[in-house]
């Protein structure tokens, strides 16, 4: 807001020769900033006796009435007898009713501040709670996965597909017009390069190569993992604060069963096949790329494939998207458990959600290449 | 002076759609009265107070709060010399609560910190929370200590016009009782102007100078409590006349 009031002041005038202090003005709370200094100095009045008096004041609220009666324990603390003067009718009342109050007031101390060593300690302590209730967090669901999957029949399906069209069906254009703008981009580089080796061909090895193992599997578990891992906290999150959480459990609904293990199960089907769609769509930009730039025509681009990589590396980066699909879910839902009281929380744990599961993500990523490097694929 | 009029609503019409909630409502509210706003649960009496805080618009009609339309009070800033207690708090959550009843003294004041800090303190002890409660964040409030610290907040700046939506729902009775002095405290003391929409009879009884009953969109009936519950329309008399009803106004005229 721009607009002010209009201006207002508050005074204070101390009179020496007759032991006065005069009250003028407004003494409301827009403003008594302009009472800069309002205690007298000990020096002000050598004698006992003073009067106060508000006869010229304006007005007097609550915060004004506050300050009188700061002044007048300055007054008291240099052992002065006061008597207050001209205040009558509803300002005495305000007076009194502030005077009343004020031993109820004790100014708190603001919080300590902490030491290095004590927020370093704090700070690894909550790190280390954390990662315990992850582990837990991941035990449960594994149980509760593992319970149902022996009683198939108990599993939510119409949950399941519902979670399937969110996290899928609906993330399929913006999973396409990425990866293709990624195959596009991927082509033009290469074969910028490649070009002046004369080795136009081996576009279709770079490009497939890291496609197929890296690039579609790892791009669209980061597009799902802000998409879909950030709704699931905040959509579990907002549910607990409003105690919506508390509800399911007393109709006797675990919230486990209903808001986790299908969003798992579902997420674990949609990945790999938007993972797949990735591939196609990266692969068709590339194919443009090679087309318009090396002269390469889709026949001999598609016919090269088969050559440059090996059925095993197209299935690898496929068995990467439900490992990535549950560390989405889980670190989604697991956050959306940790929002304790209110709005705030919600916004802080979707982005925790969010930067935990990519960076989980991309861990899992660099173990399966160690792994498959040890087995040699 | 006394008699002027703090809000006035005219020719006042609201519908969502073709759905109608309110049909011609008029009334004004003077300076320094406690004025209620009761009816059923559904008669729009929410959204009345939302446009009287000029956060939705009405179809038709008009309001004027403090003899100015709603463009002038957004330029003149009048809405710092309004406070309003929201239903259920609207506390900012990130915000201790010592720092929501700061809020608007420091968006609108230059006071010094330490001041600050002690007038926030009052506020707090105004409405009866202990200066320790400051340090806590609203979720860790229970519900009548929120109402409380969201009533402390409404009244930082130490408004001419005061709305209480449903001040003294969910609070324990004797809390109820204690926020209703205080109201009438401050009232006296203040030069307060309250608007109020509430269900509690007993508050109605003891603080409400006027009151307009709604229903049916309309205005049932209007004036002082007495008038009210003496009228003669059954949606009215069902709600005063009730078991609840008759209770508290015998306790209203026979008071110990």
Same mark, same amino acid.
């Given at each position: 807001?721009?607009?002010?009031?209009?201006?207002?002041?508050?005074?204070?005038?101390?009179?020496?020769?007759?032991?006065?202090?005069?009250?003028?003005?407004?003494?409301?709370?827009?403003?008594?900033?302009?009472?800069?200094?309002?205690?007298?100095?000990?020096?002000?009045?050598?004698?006992?006796?003073?009067?106060?008096?508000?006869?010229?004041?304006?007005?007097?609220?609550?915060?004004?009435?506050?300050?009188?009666?700061?002044?007048?324990?300055?007054?008291?603390?240099?052992?002065?007898?006061?008597?207050?003067?001209?205040?009558?009718?509803?300002?005495?009342?305000?007076?009194?009713?502030?005077?009343?109050?004020?031993?109820?007031?004790?100014?708190? $101390?603001?919080?300590?501040?902490?030491?290095?060593? $004590?927020?370093?300690?704090?700070?690894?302590?909550?790190?280390?709670?954390?990662?315990?209730?992850?582990?837990?967090?991941?035990?449960?669901?594994?149980?509760?996965?593992?319970?149902?999957?022996?009683?198939?029949?108990?599993?939510?399906?119409?949950?399941?597909?519902?979670?399937?069209?969110?996290?899928?069906?609906?993330?399929?254009?913006?999973?396409?017009?990425?990866?293709?703008?990624?195959?596009?981009?991927?082509?033009?580089?290469?074969?910028?390069?490649?070009?002046?080796?004369?080795?136009?061909?081996?576009?279709?090895?770079? =490009?497939?190569?890291?496609?197929?193992?890296?690039?579609?599997?790892?791009? =669209?578990?980061?597009?799902?993992?802000?998409?879909?891992?950030?709704?699931?906290?905040? $959509?579990?999150?907002?549910?607990?604060?409003?105690?919506?959480?508390?509800?399911?459990?007393?109709?006797?609904?675990?919230?486990?069963?209903?808001?986790?293990?299908?969003? %798992?199960?579902?997420?674990?089907?949609?990945?790999?096949?938007?993972?797949?769609?990735?591939?196609? =769509?990266?692969?068709?930009?590339?194919?443009?790329?090679?087309?318009?730039?090396?002269?390469?025509?889709?026949?001999?681009?598609?016919?090269? %494939?088969? $050559?440059?990589?090996?059925?095993?590396?197209?299935?690898?980066?496929?068995?990467?998207?439900?490992?990535?699909?549950?560390?989405?879910?889980?670190?989604?839902?697991?956050?959306?458990?940790?929002?304790?009281?209110?709005?705030?929380?919600?916004?802080?744990? =979707?982005?925790?959600?969010?930067?935990?599961?990519?960076?989980?993500?991309?861990?899992?990523?660099?173990?399966?290449?160690?792994?498959?490097?040890?087995?040699?694929? | 002076?006394?008699?002027?009029?703090?809000?006035?609503?005219?020719?006042?019409?609201?519908?969502? #759609?073709?759905?109608?909630?309110?049909?011609? !409502?008029?009334?004004?509210?003077?300076?320094?009265?406690?004025?209620?706003?009761?009816?059923?649960?559904?008669?729009?009496?929410?959204?009345?107070?939302?446009?009287? !805080?000029?956060?939705?618009?009405?179809?038709?009609?008009?309001?004027?709060?403090? #003899?100015?339309?709603?463009?002038?009070?957004?330029?003149? #800033?009048?809405?710092?010399?309004?406070?309003?207690?929201?239903?259920?708090?609207?506390?900012?959550?990130?915000?201790?609560?010592?720092?929501?009843?700061?809020?608007?003294?420091?968006?609108?004041?230059?006071?010094?910190?330490?001041?600050?800090?002690?007038?926030?303190?009052?506020?707090?002890?105004?409405?009866?929370?202990?200066?320790?409660?400051?340090?806590?964040?609203?979720?860790?409030?229970? #519900?009548?200590?929120?109402?409380?610290?969201?009533?402390?907040?409404?009244?930082?700046?130490?408004?001419?016009?005061?709305?209480?939506?449903?001040?003294?729902?969910? !609070?324990?009775?004797?809390?109820?009782?204690?926020?209703?002095? !205080?109201?009438?405290?401050?009232?006296?003391?203040?030069?307060?102007?309250?608007?109020?929409?509430?269900?509690?009879?007993?508050?109605?009884?003891?603080?409400?100078?006027?009151?307009?009953?709604?229903?049916?969109?309309?205005?049932?009936?209007?004036?002082?409590?007495?008038?009210?519950?003496?009228?003669?329309?059954?949606?009215?008399?069902?709600?005063?006349?009730?078991?609840?009803?008759?209770?508290?106004?015998?306790?209203?005229?026979?008071?110990?």
């Amino acid at each position: 807001m721009t607009a002010r009031l209009p201006p207002k002041s508050a005074g204070l005038v101390f009179e020496a020769d007759y032991p006065r202090v005069r009250l003028t003005g407004y003494w409301i709370t827009t403003a008594i900033g302009s009472l800069d200094e309002p205690m007298p100095s000990p020096g002000w009045w050598p004698g006992r006796a003073v009067t106060i008096d508000a006869g010229e004041l304006r007005a007097l609220d609550t915060a004004g009435a506050w300050l009188l009666g700061k002044l007048i324990g300055v007054l008291e603390s240099q052992q002065r007898e006061w008597r207050l003067e001209n205040l009558e009718g509803h300002r005495r009342t305000l007076f009194e009713l502030v005077q009343s109050r004020q031993s109820d007031i004790r100014p708190v $101390e603001p919080p300590r501040r902490q030491g290095m060593l $004590e927020q370093v300690g704090r700070a690894s302590h909550d790190h280390l709670n954390v990662a315990n209730a992850l582990l837990a967090f991941i035990g449960e669901s594994a149980s509760v996965l593992f319970n149902h999957l022996i009683r198939p029949w108990r599993l939510r399906l119409p949950l399941i597909l519902t979670e399937v069209e969110e996290a899928g069906v609906r993330a399929v254009p913006i999973v396409a017009l990425l990866s293709f703008l990624l195959g596009v981009t991927l082509a033009y580089q290469g074969s910028v390069q490649l070009r002046i080796y004369g080795a136009n061909i081996y576009i279709v090895d770079l =490009t497939a190569l890291t496609i197929f193992r890296e690039l579609a599997s790892l791009m =669209t578990a980061v597009i799902v993992a802000g998409r879909t891992g950030a709704a699931y906290t905040a $959509e579990i999150g907002t549910m607990k604060v409003t105690e919506e959480l508390d509800a399911l459990r007393t109709i006797g609904i675990p919230p486990f069963d209903l808001l986790v293990l299908p969003r %798992i199960l579902g997420l674990m089907i949609t990945l790999p096949l938007l993972t797949l769609l990735a591939d196609v =769509t990266g692969i068709f930009g590339a194919m443009l790329m090679a087309k318009s730039l090396l002269d390469i025509s889709f026949q001999s681009f598609l016919d090269r %494939i088969p $050559e440059a990589i090996s059925m095993a590396s197209f299935v690898l980066g496929l068995i990467k998207a439900p490992v990535f699909a549950m560390i989405i879910a889980a670190v989604g839902c697991f956050q959306g458990f940790r929002v304790t009281g209110a709005a705030d929380s919600v916004g802080r744990q =979707t982005t925790l959600s969010v930067v935990q599961s990519i960076f989980l993500v991309i861990v899992a990523d660099a173990a399966f290449s160690v792994l498959f490097s040890w087995f040699g694929i | 002076m006394m008699n002027e009029n703090i809000l006035e609503v005219r020719n006042l019409h609201t519908c969502f #759609g073709r759905e109608c909630i309110h049909e011609d !409502l008029n009334f004004e509210v003077r300076r320094g009265e406690i004025f209620a706003i009761v009816g059923g649960s559904g008669s729009g009496k929410t959204v009345l107070l939302r446009e009287a !805080l000029l956060l939705q618009e009405p179809t038709a009609g008009t309001i004027k709060v403090f #003899g100015e339309t709603p463009r002038q009070v957004e330029k003149n #800033g009048l809405r710092q010399r309004t406070g309003v207690l929201f239903q259920h708090g609207a506390l900012f959550s990130s915000l201790t609560v010592q720092q929501n009843v700061e809020t608007p003294i420091i968006e609108h004041t230059t006071l010094s910190p330490g001041l600050r800090h002690e007038l926030g303190c009052l506020k707090l002890a105004l409405v009866g929370l202990a200066s320790e409660n400051g340090r806590k964040l609203p979720a860790q409030l229970s #519900g009548g200590m929120l109402k409380r610290a969201a009533l402390a907040r409404a009244l930082a700046l130490d408004p001419e016009l005061l709305f209480l939506d449903e001040p003294t729902a969910g !609070l324990d009775p004797a809390s109820a009782d204690a926020l209703d002095d !205080l109201i009438l405290q401050l009232r006296d003391s203040l030069g307060l102007t309250v608007v109020m929409i509430t269900h509690d009879l007993d508050t109605l009884w003891r603080a409400a100078d006027r009151a307009i009953f709604l229903g049916e969109r309309r205005i049932l009936a209007g004036g002082t409590m007495k008038q009210i519950s003496g009228s003669g329309h059954p949606l009215v008399k069902a709600y005063f006349q009730g078991n609840r009803g008759r209770g508290a106004r015998e306790a209203a005229w026979n008071p110990g």
